[in-house]
């Protein structure tokens, strides 16, 4: 018991020691560090000082953190945003003719008819049996009537801005001179496309009746081509007001 | 002498460890140790008057060490230096024991009594 007594007082003591030479090891030498009266007095004030500038400064990281997640916020936002508006512009893009477009449709193919035994030219029949631009109007008109969403004639897009427009043996369209055979691509409803092209009284079948060649085929899926650079008006404006 | 032995012993080993205490903690150490000091010369002095009890002195060393401690930190909280409650106190004491252990040992001198080596 003596012995336990002995070695308790002993740890104890070590521990005392130890804990009085770690703590005068903090204090830098040569140095006066105990405060007086007035210096404490000065010492607390400071302390307290700056604990209120940590308190102030707390939260002040709160209030910008908060902020800063905010403006996280707004940006997830405007990501979306302009992943919207891109999509838009694609998509704008697409049915504008700036960008390729896919989907299903009609493919069709227009040939001038053969000409007549005994023919003579500039007749009627030589007339009849041979694409015009008229009727290339008429059976484009037929079609967005009937579901069609983007049309492309031998590879040029066509567009609200787009002419057709007769030049000679040409169609003239997007200011490219077309020769026939016209291969004409249609994205758009396929059942209703579909529909028109087996219907009686169409531009289809005038076509046929005049003897013109019209092969119509239908496309579960096409790829309809980009073919006219981005329209920069000269003399439209949007208005403004 | 034990006592004594330990504390240089502490000392050396403090000077020698490369250990470094938080300044933040340490008024918190300052005071503790001065507690536990005060528990160590009690220890002593009740050893010379054959009073020692083995749980008042582990009770008392880490009891008022942690009181110390506590009051240390509430003096840091409400902005008032509590933490001089426990250095007047134990300071006071630390004195006091020291001042019995000085007659004991020289009463032991003086008349040559036997006593037991601390």
Redesign the interface.
Known sequence: MKRFSQGMMFLAALVVGLGISLTMSQIPRGKNTEPTDQSYAVLLENRNTLRKDIYQLTHEIDYLTEKKEAYELVMEDEDGLYEKMYKELLRNGRFLGYEEVRGPGLQLKLQDGPAKEGEVPGSMDSWLRIIHNEDMLKLLNELRIHGAEAIEINGQRVTETSEIFCSWAFISINGEKLPAPFTIKVVGDLSRLSAYGVADFTQIKNLLSRGILVEVEKRPIMTLEASIAPLTPLFAEENQR | M??????????????F?D???P?AY?LY??V??LA??D??LG??KA?LQKT?D?WV??TG?FGNTIIASLLTFLGEKL?I?MYLAAVIFFGGRLFQNFATIRRSLLAHKIKGEHH?E?
Not at chain 2, 2 to 15: A, E, R
Request: hydrophobic share 70%; glycine share 10%.
């Open positions: 034990i006592v004594l032995f330990g504390l240089v012993l502490g000392v050396l080993l403090g000077l460890l250990v470094r205490i300044d340490s150490v300052a503790a140790i536990a000091f528990s160590v220890a002593w050893h020692y083995s002195f582990i060393f902005g230096p037991e601390v």
